[in-house]
């Protein structure tokens, strides 16, 4: 960092297994990624290119080096990878990823049902030449998974070989683990924790309410996705304790008794 100051939570080096933030990259320019890379990378770990925004994307290729000489991992949105399986292509996917030069990639069914014995199938195979993160949730809002459920997916993915379970939330972060209103469905996210080790999920937190909940529950190094490029600084900045919503959290006793 620029400067010193006591109480500031430590964060790992990249690379780093834990406190990753994912940023979700929906149709960024060379240019603006280049500008990312130059502002953000050293707090970033992670950029999915969301959806199916890799098929229109010009240059696609020469924006996914810039990520990866930044030192980044890049992926493929879970949607991309749900319209090839759909469609019978598995095969074809691999050789995309290969083609493009990742060694992340995305497994998900939010968007289609896929059963989760042949999903766990293809983690596994996946696993064996790339970094592999799942999606447990679905997209659609009137779906409800129980926790059990949840639990039981997460663990499975996690035996099959995937290195994260990424926390279903959709890029408007109204589904899954929350609420309509954006809230996070707290019970669930509780019994979860019981069982899946925090260390082990990534969950989506599109909005900053939603950061600053899972900062509180699980400190400054939980895994947060979907963060748009432009929040990835501030979002440090709340894990941190360097904005007004975590100020507090990491100053000891006697200090704050000085100013509250």
Not at 9 to 18: A, I, L, S, V
Not at 24 to 49: C, P, Q, W, Y
Not at 163 to 175: D, L, M
Not at 231 to 245: A, F, Q, T
């Amino acid at each position: 960092m620029n400067f010193e100051l006591p109480f500031i939570p430590e964060r790992g080096k990249h690379p780093r297994n834990t406190g990753l933030t994912m940023m979700m990259d929906k149709g960024l320019s060379l240019r603006e990624a280049e500008n990312f890379v130059s502002s953000s990378s050293h707090i970033t770990d992670l950029v999915k290119l969301g959806f199916g925004t890799s098929f229109v994307t010009k240059e696609l290729q020469k924006k996914i080096d810039i990520y990866h000489e930044a030192g980044l991992k890049v992926y493929l949105g879970g949607t991309l990878f749900e319209a090839f399986i759909v469609r019978g292509m598995f095969d074809d996917y691999r050789k995309l990823i290969n083609k493009l030069k990742l060694q992340t990639c995305e497994v998900s069914d939010g968007s289609i049902v896929i059963p989760h014995e042949i999903k766990c199938g293809y983690i596994s195979t996946l696993a064996k030449e790339y970094t592999v993160l799942s999606e447990v949730g679905s997209k659609e809002a009137g779906i409800l998974i129980s926790p059990s459920n949840w639990i039981k997916m997460m663990i499975q993915e996690l035996d099959a070989g995937s290195w994260k379970v990424i926390a279903e939330a959709r890029e408007s972060g109204n589904v899954g683990i929350y609420r309509p209103n954006g809230t996070a469905h707290v019970a669930l996210v509780n019994k979860i924790i019981n069982k899946v080790k925090p260390e082990n999920i990534l969950w989506e937190s599109p909005v900053k309410s939603q950061q600053v909940w899972f900062i509180k529950q699980f400190g400054a190094n939980v895994n947060l996705g979907n963060i748009a490029p432009n929040e990835v600084i501030p979002l440090e900045c709340l894990r941190l304790g360097l904005r007004g919503d975590t100020f507090f959290d990491h100053l000891p006793k006697e200090v704050i008794a000085n100013f509250k």
